[in-house]
């Protein structure tokens, strides 16, 4: 029937956004959505693609219904999505609580909860919060190596830089070479190691 059709694309759309292919990842859910409107998956696997390509305004159209959808019960993972989308828009004051409420809901894995504490640490940059900030993000590198560069640089800056900046460079890409976690202290000395540019990589909903 329609529905499982709409699964069977949604599930397509995922395996394209792993590839990186955003165009045939949004045509595919969007097939998906015409068979099952109100399909999940399929909103947020289309969110993921249009942010991807500086869709925003859409993206976040599209994960909005996607919250709406799930009601009282949202998933940590479009919680951490909608985050980034309103991140990415410079809309701090409206991600940062979407990413504490990913964390309240005990996300299952060290990868999921960093994601979330991204978010959470970037929606404080961008509303001035610099300290909470830096203690934020080194929690996720602790949790999460891909995010150490990040820490490194932002660790690095002096207190009149927009660390907001840092956070919008996963947008540039190339995956991390290995670094070690962060000190517990997050305002203090950088740590030894390259600082590549990476991806903000989520789990693409399963």
């Known amino acids: 029937g329609a529905a499982a059709l709409s699964r069977g694309l949604a599930d397509s759309a995922r395996s394209a956004l792993r590839q990186k292919d955003y165009v045939r990842a949004e045509s595919l859910a ?85 994601q979330a504490l991204f978010q959470k640490a970037w929606a404080l940059a961008g509303t001035g919060e610099r300290k909470s900030s830096l203690k934020t993000l080194a929690q996720a590198a602790r949790l999460y190596r891909r995010y150490v560069p990040f820490y490194q640089e932002a660790a690095a800056q002096p207190e009149d830089t927009d660390l907001t900046l840092i956070f919008a460079s996963d947008w540039l890409a190339a995956d991390p070479a290995p670094a070690a976690a962060p000190a517990a202290d997050a305002g203090g000395s950088l740590l030894s190691g390259q600082r590549p540019l990476i991806i903000l990589a989520f789990s693409v909903l399963g």
């Not at 993972?77 to 409420?101: D, F, G, K, M």
Request: no cysteine.
């Open 30 to 114: 969007t097939e998906a959505l015409a068979a099952d409107p109100d399909n999940v998956n399929a909103l947020s696997r289309r969110a993921l693609a249009r942010m991807r390509r500086e869709r925003l305004d859409d993206a976040l159209a599209d994960s909005s219904r996607a919250l709406e959808l799930m009601g009282s019960a949202p998933n940590h993972v479009h919680l951490t999505i909608h985050a980034q989308i309103l991140n990415r828009l410079s809309r701090s004051a409206e991600a940062l609580p979407l990413a504490e409420r990913a964390l309240s809901l005990n996300p299952p894995t060290d990868r999921s909860r960093a």
